[in-house]
């Protein structure tokens, strides 16, 4: 071996997008063909893990939102085991890998037995449930970044997040598993000073067949959301960006274009 | 026409990824197959746009860094004037369309003109180019969030950033196309709070043949970008996940198996 020579890896770390199996990547599309064994979280949709051959070998390694079906070290563990026994490994892991995919750690873990990985990057969810819900993350003079967060927390204590930095009427804030924490996150943002009428969007399970999107402000989205009982995975997208979706959201063009169509007809 | 109901689209705002064509989604290699004309960006490769077939009308919309080839209402107009002769459009744009894309501002265009549109997401350079040096964008323990800007501004005091709310040890900050600015976008920083030593990257032409990684600190990654002549387009992350990149990186593991195997020798 030479040293800086990349070696072919063993396990990838693949993200599978937010769920529609068309925003997998080509390479990620490749791997699964080739792999031997595929591991996959709850997170992946089935219509990703009909794409896996027949006679490839899957393992579930999913972690649900209140059991944590497999626990971090055992996942770790069980890549490591699999690639050892000589088994080419996809990982596949929703969204990104090394956005709050925890990719990293099983990286870590990896690098540390001497195992040779690859990551390949995912859709991330905030860029899927944007295009599909129609809410750009940036936007000139609306917004000019974005912040991507976790609101996933055992409890309401433990969401530490620093709400004085994240409540910037300038950026859009993304907050990845938000829906169980959504009153705190609103009530937060609030007491640090962002707008009530700040429109925020909850969006369960973007770009699939399934997706549902709940448009409101700070103030009424945690209620609205739970009237319509929407359910995890939901990503909440808070900032003036929001109000776009008017305009760019899958049927807002057919509905704008009707409305001129009747205006045309009634002259 | 049914009101809510989406049409087929004329136009599809498509995201080309970080530059590496095997990260195009099944979606966007299947659209490029399907179009009658292609607009692309400078920042789209051109081991992607051998991916359209021969037939295929090619349209150059870039802007170069500093002469606009074509400005943005320009090719808003031209958009719509190709669907409106009837055309079926994709609108290939590098990264992804929603963020720093300006896609919103030609998803605008089109709504305003009627034309039904689709945006099709891609990897944003901050997934892709983590992936390939070895940097996650979060990791626990690290940094609990992302936050994602652009460095891009006509002159020094444009680049009008809130520092103090982006200082932020706790969470990695990506600036895309941050070259030009990395002087000033180190010293607000360190201005802000943020301490000197922190590990900084510049990653050029991130997921490309090209690649380059300069890995730093707040203090001196300017330097060593400017000594190691990096070319645009750059993305500068900036964090602790930094210091990762020693056992993530590509070549990472290969150094640290071999050192492993030096150290068993040497025994």
Not at 167 to 183: F, N, R
Not at 211 to 219: A, D, E, S
């Amino acid at each position: 071996l030479e040293i800086g020579v990349k070696r072919e890896a063993q396990v990838f770390l693949v993200g599978a997008g937010p769920g529609d199996p068309e925003l997998l990547t080509l390479k990620a599309h490749r791997l699964i063909q080739e792999a031997d064994v595929v591991v996959y979280d709850r997170l992946v949709s089935d219509a990703i893990l009909d794409l896996v051959p027949a006679g490839t070998a899957k393992i579930y390694a999913g972690k649900a939102t209140k059991c944590r079906a497999m626990p971090q070290d055992e996942i770790n563990e069980l890549l490591a085991k699999v690639a050892q026994a000589g088994h080419r490994v996809v990982r596949l892991k929703g969204g990104d890998p090394y956005t709050f995919g925890r990719g990293s750690e099983e990286a870590e873990h990896l690098a540390r037995c001497g195992i040779a990985f690859e990551v390949v990057p995912g859709i991330t969810s905030a860029s899927g449930c944007s295009a599909a819900a129609g809410i750009p993350l940036t936007h000139r003079g609306l917004a000019s970044g974005v912040t991507l967060v976790t609101g996933h927390a055992r409890d309401d204590r433990s969401l530490d997040l620093d709400w004085h930095r994240l409540a910037d009427p300038d950026q859009t804030l993304a907050v990845y598993m938000g829906l169980a924490m959504l009153p705190k996150i609103s009530a937060e943002l609030i007491a640090a000073g962002l707008a009530p009428s700040t429109p925020a969007a909850a969006i369960a399970s973007g770009t699939t067949a399934k997706q549902r999107v709940c448009i409101g402000t700070l103030t009424d989205l945690a209620e609205r959301a739970r009237a319509q009982d929407l359910q995890p995975p939901v990503l909440i997208l808070i900032g003036r960006v929001v109000g776009l979706s008017a305009v760019l959201a899958p049927t807002a063009t057919a509905e704008a274009h009707d409305a001129e169509e009747r205006r045309h007809v009634a002259i």
